[in-house]
């Protein structure tokens, strides 16, 4: 059971995508409701960093600084998916994008308070 992240690809700077992150398999996604789910990000030779999060209700949402008032989380419980609008992109968003789930109560930004990785998309900025 994992989480499929997909919508990457090559945009120029200043443009915008949109990531999806689905559940599949057994029964995560009749549960999907019942998780936070968190946006993450690797580029090259970087650390796994936070970039958004999002509530079970998707009322709750929280950002990293570097993308605040760019980026936009949302999720649609009926179809197992959380989305990603991303805004304004600088080449410093160039990375590999993961989604993950969370069962802690608030949405934390470390890597270890979440699971169910998928195998990520990559984003690509050209400046």
């Known amino acids: 059971v994992q989480l499929q992240a997909s919508g990457g690809g090559l945009v120029q700077a200043g443009g915008s995508l949109r990531l999806s992150c689905t559940a599949s398999?057994?029964?995560?996604?009749?549960?999907?409701?019942?998780?936070?789910i968190g946006w993450f990000r690797q580029g090259p030779g970087k650390e796994r960093e936070f970039v958004a999060g999002?509530?079970?209700?998707?009322?709750?949402?929280r950002y990293s600084d570097s993308v605040k008032g760019r980026f936009t989380i949302s999720r649609d419980n009926a179809k197992s998916t959380v989305f990603l609008q991303m805004n304004s992109l600088k080449s410093e968003d160039t990375a590999l994008y993961y989604c993950a789930a969370g069962t802690t109560a608030f949405i934390r930004t470390n890597p270890t308070d979440y699971h169910d990785w998928g195998q990520g998309t990559q984003v690509t900025v050209s400046s």
């Open positions: 999002i509530g079970r209700g998707g009322s709750i949402t």
């Open positions: 398999g057994g029964t995560f996604g009749d549960t999907f409701g019942t998780y936070l």
